[in-house]
C-alpha cells in the first residue's frame, strides 16, 4: 500500500469490502479465484525475477551469518513443485464446496417460528506471516473463498515476491465485482502494529511464524489470534514397533522437508528397543545425512555396535535437557530412550508444542491410548508428521497451523475461517413475541422439532 494511507484506512476499507461482498453470491468468489490464477500464471516470469533477487538479498544474510539456510529455504518460489503446488491449491479451494450458509442446527420453536444456524464469514482478517512467498497465495484464495477481507504482510526478506504476488491478486480481483480492497498487502512493521490496535475493523490476527513472532502478535493486541509458535513434533517408536515402518515413517518424518513446522524434532524410544528398532533406525538416519543427540542409552547402544556407523563421530552428539524444546529445522533430531508407553505421552505433553506427534506401533491398544493421552492438535499412528498439513488433509490449502483448543485447530482451511450466526424466522401472520410463551394459563410451550432442511429457505 503507498505511504500516503494510514493503517486505520486500510483496515476501515477492509471492514467495508468485507460488508459489501457479503450481498454477493458464491460464484462471484469461484470466478474471483479463476481470475487470480490466470494473472499468477501471466506473471511468472516477472514473479520469479523477483523472487531470484529476494534469494540473492537472502544469501548475503546467510553468508553473514544473520539469516538461517533453513529459512532461506522457505523464501525460495522456485523449489520442488511449490510455484505448481500454490496453483493447484488455489483451484483445489475454488473446487471445494462453499463454507457459508451451511445449517449445522435447527429448531422448530412453533408452528411458523424457525431457528437455523449459520455458517458465515469470520470478517477481515489480518495474516502476518515470515518467508515463504507462496503463503499470500494461500492465504487470498482461502480467504476468498470462505467470505473473509485480508490484510497480508509478508517478511521483509521476500518483500519482492510477495509484492507481485500482491499485485497479481488485485488483478485477478480488478477482473470481478468484489472490491479491489477485498485483500490488500502491507510491508512494514509499524503498518502492523498500527493494525493491531484497530479492533474494531479486524477480526482475528493469524501469524505464521516462529516463536518470537507469534509470541510478539499474541502479547500485543486485543483482537482474537488464532495460530501456533512452534513445530516441535515427535516420533515415538513403541516396544511393538515394526522396524521397517519405523524405519520409513521417521526418515520422512525428519528428511522430508527439515524446516517445516510439521518435521519431527524429537525421536523417543522404548527402552526395548535400543539394540534392535532403533540402531536400525539410526543407521537409515545418518545415511541420510542427520546429526543426532542422543541421551546416554541411545548414545551407548549405537558405540557398542561391533562395527560402529559411518558418520558416527561426525553426526552423533550427546544431548542435553534443551536439546528437547529446539526446533532445529533442519537435519538434526534429539533423541531420547524412555521405558514406556505411559512415560513416553508424559514427556511429549510437557516437550512438545501440540502440534504433531506420532507412534510406530504394532498394537491397538498402545494406537488409541497414545491418541487419547496425547494432547496435540494432531496424533498419528504408524504415518508421517509431515501428513499435518491442510493440502494433504484436502482442505485446498491452509490459512495456518492452530495449536490453540477453541475455534479450529490443526491445519486450518475453509472450516477454521467460518463462524455462525443464529436466523430466527417467524412466517405467523402477526410475527411472535416472547411473551406469548412461558408457564401458566393462555401460554405457549416451545416445539423444539427438528426441521429436515440443509439451507435456510430464503
Known amino acids: 500500500m503507498g505511504s500516503d494511507i494510514t493503517a486505520e484506512e486500510i483496515a476501515k476499507a477492509a471492514k467495508v469490502a468485507f460488508e459489501e461482498s457479503q450481498l454477493f453470491p458464491a460464484t462471484v468468489r469461484i470466478d474471483a479465484l479463476a481470475k487470480i490464477r490466470q494473472q499468477l500464471e501471466a506473471n511468472k516470469a516477472e514473479i520469479f525475477a523477483a523472487n531470484k533477487l529476494d534469494m540473492e538479498a537472502a544469501q548475503v544474510e546467510v553468508d553473514a551469518g544473520k539469516m538461517s539456510n533453513a529459512m532461506m529455504k522457505r523464501l525460495d518460489l522456485g523449489m520442488g513443485d511449490k510455484w505448481d503446488s500454490m496453483l493447484k491449491g488455489v483451484q483445489d479451494v475454488a473446487d471445494l464446496p462453499d463454507p457459508t450458509g451451511v445449517v449445522s442446527y435447527t429448531s422448530q420453536l412453533d408452528d411458523d417460528l424457525e431457528l437455523y444456524r449459520v455458517s458465515c464469514p469470520i470478517g477481515v482478517l489480518l495474516v502476518i506471516f515470515e518467508a515463504r512467498p507462496e503463503v499470500v497465495v494461500n492465504i487470498a484464495a482461502l480467504a476468498i473463498k470462505s467470505g473473509n477481507a485480508a490484510i497480508l504482510k509478508g517478511g521483509k526478506e521476500s518483500n519482492h515476491t510477495t509484492h507481485l504476488l500482491a499485485k497479481a491478486i488485485s488483478q485477478g480481483l480488478s477482473q470481478t465485482s468484489l472490491p479491489s480492497t477485498y485483500v490488500q498487502a502491507i510491508q512494514t512493521r509499524a503498518e502492523v502494529s498500527a493494525l493491531l490496535d484497530l479492533d474494531r475493523y479486524i477480526d482475528l490476527v493469524i501469524p505464521r511464524g516462529g516463536n518470537s513472532l507469534v509470541k510478539a502478535i ?90 560402529v556407523p559411518e558418520r558416527f563421530s561426525s553426526h552423533v552428539h550427546s544431548s542435553t535437557e534443551s536439546s528437547y524444546s529446539v526446533e532445529h529445522l533442519d537435519l538434526t533430531i534429539s533423541v531420547i530412550a524412555l521405558p514406556s508407553l505411559h512415560s513416553a505421552i508424559q514427556f511429549i505433553n510437557s516437550h512438545s508444542s501440540h502440534h504433531t506427534d506420532s507412534i510406530i506401533t504394532e498394537s491397538e491398544r498402545a494406537a488409541s491410548a497414545f491418541c487419547r493421552g496425547v494432547d496435540s492438535a494432531g ?11 491442510g493440502f494433504r488433509y484436502g482442505f485446498g490449502t491452509e490459512v495456518g497451523i492452530s495449536t490453540g483448543r477453541i475455534h479450529a485447530r490443526g491445519p486450518v482451511g475453509l472450516e477454521g475461517l467460518v463462524t455462525y450466526k443464529y436466523i430466527l424466522r417467524s412466517k405467523a401472520e402477526r410475527g411472535h413475541t416472547v411473551g406469548e410463551f412461558g408457564v401458566g394459563e393462555g401460554k405457549k410451550s416451545f416445539k423444539h422439532a427438528a426441521i429436515a432442511t440443509t439451507s435456510v429457505p430464503f
Request: with cysteine.
Open 379 to 389: 496424533t498419528f499412528v504408524n504415518a508421517s508428521t509431515r501428513f499435518a498439513d
Open 218 to 307: 499474541q502479547n500485543s493486541t486485543r483482537i482474537p489470534v488464532m495460530g501456533h509458535a512452534d513445530g516441535l513434533c515427535h516420533v515415538y517408536l513403541d516396544e511393538s514397533a515394526d522396524s521397517q515402518k519405523a524405519v520409513r515413517v521417521v526418515v520422512d518424518s525428519k528428511t522430508d522437508y527439515p524446516s517445516a513446522c510439521n518435521a519431527a524434532e524429537t525421536l523417543i524410544v522404548h527402552t526395548s528397543l535400543l539394540n534392535t528398532v532403533w540402531r536400525e533406525v539410526a543407521q537409515a538416519l545418518l545415511a541420510a545425512d542427520v546429526h543426532l543427540l542422543c541421551d546416554s542409552h541411545t548414545l551407548s547402544a549405537l558405540a557398542s555396535l561391533p562395527n
